[in-house]
């Protein structure tokens, strides 16, 4: 007699779920992370539009959360919302795994006492539990890979992204059974989910199309079904996207890109914006490819890559059709993905991680019924191969904890702290600062006299509205400036021809009346990627008699060279014990300017002041190269 259906399919499959949350659960970050987690935390707490493509779903979801009652700030509630989705999905992708295993149907005989053949049932009860510890295993090996692992610690889109791929897996397994025509329909559903909140879902389609066809053939119930199919996908997937139009019409403060209908709307959900990095070149393709294949044997958790050749062995022989379906999402996502140059791109290989997830599955219960192992061993086999999720999960444990990261919050509140009141900032630091502040200013209302500016969205026309929402006082001066740009840069959105040397002259224009008509009322900084990146090469000016005066994180613009004295910094900010891309970008932030200061202090005669500062950098930075002009100090 096999283990109850009901018990493996609904109730156990919790049980892996649950293992992970906890895992998760002492890794989640407590406070804000880098690139997008602020943006998209300030989005859904205020209901804002996101950047593109928008996350309607994810927003939507996200708005409703942060009302709940929960103890601790609004970041952290969020980042707890991320957990559950990412757990959620770990839960899909284990229905979809028992749902697969379990159609899979064997049998074994034995003969009887009175020498009649007879099915074994303590195989069929054995290999009930085979399934159950087949799809466990996988989705184990699976949460805690470190792409996965890592949607599960902070806001971002991705932790539902991989909820509602999984979903769409556990609803495509069950629509296998030809009998029951109306399951297709569950598909389209869950597909319709799944557009609504990243459209990267496009990867999914082909594979769909295979499984379908394979299934379904090409008779004319089948396009009747497909009809059905439709008529509930684009529904589902208009009345959530309708959200952005709606939300962007009522004027939030954050609404990116102002997606109002028609082509506002079409631009920010195609995500035109980032285009610009989507085949662009060869090189970075094969850099992308190169970079997947070091990383792929991690995301499986090592040991999961010699789980994935049997289960291939095993798809070819005994389900071919989902061979070739999981094969194509493979290849589509791959192809696809290699192709967008950007950091941090391992979220978007997220569906081949689940196809692969899928064989990892199938390689453990081909593994176990090759053994010819007696029926009351076969489970314990199966229990031994699915503890292989302890590798990953050691392996990994210490790179994914983010428990105690306070560092992006810690320099955001401080840089906004050292600077006086109804300052503006100019900055290009998105990943660092800009998106954190749109957390701390919109959320919490940290220092909202201070007039954050991205320069680089200076570029498109919506972001004026949003400045001019947030600091009227600070736009108005400019409008000339400003609508002049916005008349410029039109075509340049609509993909018309457009007059390059035109548009950058009237972005200049923009950029220097900021500063010009401001800094007689309001006290501007310049961020140091921007003196550094930018200024000194000749790509943007400043206007005539300012000077650069660099403060505790940013470069004051002074209208003559007198000297400014240093405000206080008394924030402290926190590093993990760890190294990576980001903290090391702060962690050479700081002493970077204390030596820009020393130099600035020895230069105005303040001999003992720049004395003093090089032996706070000798220190607290021992690393940081003292630069030649104060070695002698």
């Not at 631009?267 to 393709?285: D, I, P, T």
């Not at 560092?407 to 660092?432: C, G, H, M, V």
């Amino acid at each position: 007699m096999q283990v109850k259906k009901k018990l493996l399919d609904k109730v156990l499959p919790v049980l892996p779920a649950l293992l992970s949350g906890v895992v998760y659960a002492l890794t989640l970050a407590p406070s804000l992370m880098q690139i997008d987690s602020g943006e998209l935390a300030a989005v859904q707490f205020t209901g804002g539009v996101a950047h593109p493509t928008g996350y309607p779903l994810f927003t939507i979801l996200g708005w409703i959360f942060a009302r709940l009652p929960f103890p601790g700030t609004p970041i952290f509630q969020l980042n707890v919302l991320a957990l559950l989705f990412t757990v959620t999905g770990g839960y899909f992708f284990t229905r979809a795994m028992l749902e697969l295993l379990n159609s899979l149907k064997l049998k074994r005989m034995v003969v009887d006492a009175k020498g009649q053949k007879t099915e074994d049932e303590a195989f069929a009860k054995s290999l009930g539990w085979v399934n159950y510890f087949a799809a466990a295993g996988s989705a184990l090996l699976l949460a805690f890979g470190p792409t996965v692992w890592a949607q599960s610690t902070s806001v971002e889109v991705y932790s539902l992204h991989f909820a509602l791929l999984s979903l769409v897996f556990w609803m495509l397994f069950r629509a296998t059974d030809t009998q029951k025509p109306g399951r297709w329909l569950w598909v389209a559903a869950a597909l319709g989910l799944s557009f609504s909140n990243h459209l990267t879902s496009v990867f999914l389609i082909p594979g769909i199309a295979v499984f379908y066809f394979t299934h379904q053939k090409f008779s004319r119930e089948s396009f009747l079904t497909l009809g059905k199919m439709l008529a509930i996908f684009f529904p589902i997937l208009i009345l959530i996207y309708a959200w952005l139009p709606v939300r962007a019409a009522m004027g939030p403060e954050l609404n990116w890109g102002n997606p109002e209908m028609g082509e506002y709307f079409w631009r920010h959900v195609k995500g035109q914006q980032f285009e610009v990095w989507l085949f662009s070149s060869s090189k970075a393709a094969g850099e992308n490819f190169k970079a997947f294949w070091k990383g792929f044997p991690e995301e499986l958790g090592w040991i999961g890559i010699l789980l994935v050749i049997p289960g291939l062995i095993y798809g070819w022989q005994k389900m071919r059709r989902h061979f070739w379906s999981l094969l194509v999402f493979f290849l589509f996502n791959l192809f696809y993905a290699i192709n967008y140059d950007i950091k941090d791109l391992e979220p978007y290989f997220l569906l081949c991680y689940l196809s692969m997830a899928v064989f990892m599955g199938m390689g453990i219960r081909f593994a176990v019924l090759k053994t010819s192992l007696p029926a009351a061993k076969m489970h314990l086999a199966a229990g031994g191969l699915a503890a292989l999720f302890l590798i990953p999960l050691g392996l990994n444990f210490s790179a994914q904890n983010q428990s105690g990261i306070y560092t992006f919050e810690d320099y955001s509140r401080a840089a906004l702290a050292s600077l006086p009141e109804n300052s503006i900032l100019l900055s290009k630091q998105w990943d660092f600062l800009i998106s954190e502040t749109y957390y701390l200013q919109y959320v919490e209302n940290y220092r909202r006299d201070v007039a954050v500016v991205d320069k680089e969205l200076l570029r498109r026309s919506w972001y004026y509205a949003q400045l001019e929402r947030s600091w009227p006082e600070v736009m108005n001066p400019i409008k000339p400036e400003t609508q002049a740009f916005i008349q410029a840069v039109k075509p340049f959105e609509q993909k018309k021809r457009f007059d390059a040397g035109l548009l950058e002259r009237k972005y200049q224009a923009v950029m220097l009346s900021l500063i010009e008509k401001n800094l007689g009322t309001h006290p501007i900084y310049m961020a140091p990627e921007l003196v550094e990146d930018e200024l000194q090469k000749g790509q943007i000016s400043l206007p005539k008699n300012v000077f650069l005066i660099p403060e505790t994180y940013f470069f004051r613009l002074s209208r003559g060279n007198a000297y400014l004295p240093a405000p206080p910094a008394n924030q402290e900010i926190r590093f993990p014990d760890r190294s990576n891309y980001y903290l090391d970008f702060i962690r050479k932030l700081i002493p970077k300017m204390k030596a820009n200061r020393a130099i600035y202090e020895l230069s105005q005669g303040k001999t003992e002041n720049a004395r003093l500062l090089v032996a706070d950098l000798k220190r607290g930075h021992p690393q940081y190269p003292i630069p030649p002009r104060l070695q002698g100090l």
